[in-house]
């Protein structure tokens, strides 16, 4: 991969993982705010339901985060772009549709037929 596809996706995910950061520090900050007390146990159901969609979202972010910044080391490492599985070159159009993704489209594939017959 060229340097200036490094920089492009470099520049690309920190700016998705200060994005999430930002939003997850105003899921907690959210979450604070739903601490009152509820008189009616309909409201405190729905708050709790409310609770359980933010952890949820909050559970995917973490998620996507923790692959962001793996795909940050990959770049430190001069790794981005590789395959994980097969080491070959992943293409860029699969990267800038997906660019945390460690696979190249045919061993995702693969995995993914994998797991629909054993998962
Ligand atoms: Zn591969």
Known sequence: MEEKDIQFFKKLLNDRLQELLSQANGTVSGLKGNEDHYADPT?????EADIN??????DRENRLIKKIQTALDR??????GICETCGDEISIERLKA?????QCIDC????ERQ???FG
């Open 43 to 47: 409201d405190q159901a729905a708050a």
């Open 53 to 58: 969609f933010q952890l949820r979202i909050r």
């Open 75 to 80: 770049i430190e490492n001069g790794v981005f």
């Open 98 to 102: 997906r660019p945390v993704t460690t």
């Open 108 to 111: 995702k594939s693969k995995e």
């Open 115 to 117: 797991e629909r017959l």
